[in-house]
């Protein structure tokens, strides 16, 4: 019995873990070097709430200059973002079973516990748009597990995680 109590803790840790998947696209023919300063284009209703969209804002201020860039009112680029929330349902089950075998004469009980989870996925996406062209030059979605009830702080980290996770490999190459 301590065994299937260790099996199914070790099993509802492995799937309550999740990871975080960066995807980026970018355009080959664009000289990153040329786009040094930054201004917002935020589309409305992009996918969060106003108290997430300031939290985004305060990242975005604190991490760009920290890559080199200054925020000005005439910009190389304008930064847009955007994100989807939704619901991924898991059913997994968890077999146990239990058998024996002397010389050729087998038996034995399996048994299997279906497990329902359903965890809240974010696709946080991130976008660079040249000022003079509108041409998007690159672009990086972000998807993880989100919580709902996390607390203030928890969403500021969370979303400090994420956008630090996007711009990791800015510019391409680097």
């Known amino acids: 019995m301590k065994r299937l109590y260790f099996l199914t803790i070790s099993f509802l840790l ?86 024996g075998g002397n010389r050729g004469v087998g038996g034995g009980v399996s048994s299997g516990i279906p497990i329902n989870t359903s965890k809240n996925i974010i696709s946080f996406t991130l976008e660079f748009i040249d000022a003079l062209t509108k041409e998007l030059f690159w672009q990086t979605v972000v998807e993880t597990q989100i919580k709902a009830n996390d607390t203030p702080e928890e969403r500021q980290v969370f979303f400090e995680k994420i956008i630090l996770k996007a711009l990791e490999k800015y510019p391409p190459g680097s």
Do not use: H, W
Request: charged letters at 25%; a negative charge; aromatic letters at 16%.
């Open 14 to 99: 492995l799937i309550s873990c999740s990871s975080i998947k960066v995807y980026m696209d970018y355009d080959e023919s664009v000289n990153f070097d040329l786009y040094k300063n930054y201004d917002y284009y935020v589309i409305k209703d992009n996918g969060l709430n106003d108290l997430d969209n300031k939290r985004v804002f305060r990242v975005l201020d604190s991490v760009l200059p920290q890559k080199g860039f200054k925020e000005k009112t005439i910009p190389d680029f304008n930064v847009n973002f955007y994100a989807e929330v939704f619901t991924v349902e898991n059913q997994s089950n968890i077999g146990i079973g239990i058998g």
